[in-house]
């Protein structure tokens, strides 16, 4: 079985600051990792993935995430957040097996505050 | 726009009666899929189908739930008999069969169902 957990439910930072929404995940083989973000009255959108490779992905928005595999994180960064990234990040896994298949977080609601 | 599009947005029903839910994937993809997203927690796959295959099902929450893709465009999600735990958002995403093997989806906006 695969799953992930997102630790918190809720980051707040300062705009500027460095943000970070902490996710670890379990799936037997390699894992396939995602961030997807989702903003009010939108659809979830795509922000980055691993696949394999370099253990630090960039994406959307100068979003950026860490693959970890000993500690089995992968963890979401941007070194300065703004206040048009409060919105709801979830990280997501599937194993190489059933690539139909995403199993996703609960959801950590980020807030930056002006 | 080309995006995912979810009819309708907002279904309020009375428990028991049947509801069905239309998604509109990008042209261009052949996978389809829907989710079920309850508050507070992360979306959860339910099924999917490649072209007008429905390839996976089981993750179906029951027998009351049924999806079709019959000409591998559009798609239906039905719920019979509806009960008041079946109220959620249900996300439709789509995605190209290489897009699928990495998992790049495409969600739509979801439509959201409140059965009284």
């Known amino acids: 079985a695969q799953s992930v957990a997102q630790p918190e439910d809720q980051v707040n930072v300062a705009e500027g600051n460095p943000l970070t929404v902490k996710c670890t995940y379990s799936v037997s083989g390699n894992p396939y990792l995602f961030w997807y973000v989702q903003y009010p009255n939108r659809g979830l959108q795509f922000l980055l993935k691993y696949i394999t490779g370099d253990n630090l992905v960039k994406g959307s928005y100068g979003f950026e995430a860490e693959f970890n595999k000993s500690q089995t994180s992968f963890h979401l960064k941007k070194p300065s957040a703004l206040v048009s990234d409060s919105a709801l990040y979830f990280c997501a896994v599937r194993d190489g097996t059933n690539d139909y298949k995403l199993s996703f977080g609960a959801g950590t609601t980020v807030t930056v505050r002006a | 726009d080309t995006g995912v599009s979810q009819d309708p947005r907002h279904k309020i029903t009375k428990r028991g009666q049947n509801v069905t839910f239309r998604c509109d994937p990008i042209?261009?993809?052949?996978?389809l899929y829907w989710y079920r997203q309850t508050l507070g927690q992360g979306p959860e796959f339910l099924t999917y189908f490649q072209n007008e295959a429905q390839l996976e099902k089981s993750r179906l929450l029951s027998d009351r739930f049924s999806a079709e893709r019959p000409k591998g465009s559009f798609s239906t999600l039905e719920i019979q008999r509806t009960e008041q735990g079946d109220s959620a958002m249900y996300l439709c995403a789509s995605s190209s069969t290489p897009g699928g093997n990495t998992g790049e989806l495409f969600f739509g906006e979801g439509s959201r169902l409140t059965v009284l």
């Open positions: 042209s261009e993809h052949n996978r």
